[in-house]
């Protein structure tokens, strides 16, 4: 993969009926079954999408989700469709713009949770399990370290929030009364399969996954399916093998970058955001491609 990207920031497709726009991806309608997800290099932080992109950021999110989707389709059928970029975006310059970086999906019914899967004691885990020594309601061991691991990955599901706002965690029981009992173990047990055979692969490449959150969608049979992007830097924490240590935050391979220099800025995390320095989009960039590159050489 290039190191020359142009950077974008958001997309216009005149062929296509814009469905929605998120924080980093925008949706286009293909025919009435079909979807078109652009991912495109907005960079959000503290729930506030900058007015900066992160040059090559959607196609490294692409690379890796669809590395992974291949990766895990012997434990769950996912999202992405047979139909070709070229046959859901006939137009040769629209569909040069977004090469790289869109995936042509399955038209689903998404659920209202998000399946996070944690593997280590970090960010709002962390808080929770300071406050009340548990975790989404979960009781972990006394006397756990920042960033230590923990006896076994557990399933902390959050509810989906709107754009703008934060996801909030709920437990296990919250989650059985919005998707039935039956699909929360099912999504249960997926995400702590899936979250299981990734942290050992990467672990191998150098990386350690220390959480992650995925999506998942309903068919028409009403069969489970895994959405919207899978085990990448925006969806999980990364963190380099070789700066691990318990009892801090560890360097990261995601976006914590921009949110710790963000930290040192005099800024409320509310609209708009500041606009970040050249080279702190280039060493986000460089962390991004560095995540790629080292799970699959």
Not at 146 to 153: M, R, T
Not at 186 to 200: C, F, K, M, N, S
Not at 225 to 240: A, G, K, Q, Y
Request: proline share 7%; with cysteine; glycine share 6%.
């Amino acid at each position: 993969m290039s190191n020359d990207y142009t950077a974008l920031y958001e997309t216009h497709l005149k062929s296509l009926p814009l469905v929605a726009r998120g924080k980093v991806r925008d949706i286009y309608a293909v025919g009435s079954d079909h979807l078109l997800i652009v991912t495109t290099d907005r960079l959000s932080a503290f729930d506030v999408i900058l007015p900066d992109p992160v040059p090559g950021k959607g196609a490294i999110l692409t690379a890796v989700s669809n590395f992974w989707f291949a990766r895990m389709r012997h434990v769950i059928p996912n999202h992405l469709a047979d139909m070709t970029l070229e046959e859901a975006v006939p137009d040769a310059a629209e569909r040069q713009l977004v090469a790289g970086r869109a995936v042509v999906v399955r038209k689903l019914r998404a659920l209202p949770v998000e399946a996070v899967a944690r593997g280590y004691l970090i960010g709002s885990g962390w808080k929770d399990y300071q406050q009340t020594g548990a975790v989404c309601g979960i009781r972990l061991p006394p006397g756990l370290a920042q960033a230590a691991e923990l006896p076994q990955p557990i399933f902390t599901p959050a509810t989906k929030a709107a754009v703008g706002d934060h996801d909030e965690n709920i437990d296990f029981a919250r989650a059985c009364e919005l998707i039935g009992s039956e699909r929360a173990a099912r999504v249960r047990d997926v995400t702590l399969q899936i979250y299981r055979e990734a942290a050992a692969f990467a672990r191998d490449k150098g990386i350690i996954i220390a959480d992650t959150k995925f999506e998942f969608g309903l068919d028409e049979h009403d069969e489970l399916v895994l959405i919207d992007e899978i085990l990448t830097p925006d969806s999980s924490r990364f963190w380099p093998v070789d700066g691990y240590r318990v009892g801090t935050s560890p360097p990261s391979f995601d976006k914590q970058f921009v949110r710790d220099y963000l930290e040192t800025l005099d800024w409320d995390k509310r609209a708009p955001g500041p606009h970040l320095p050249p080279e702190i989009l280039a060493q986000t960039a460089a962390r991004y491609r560095e995540a790629l590159e080292r799970l699959t050489n």
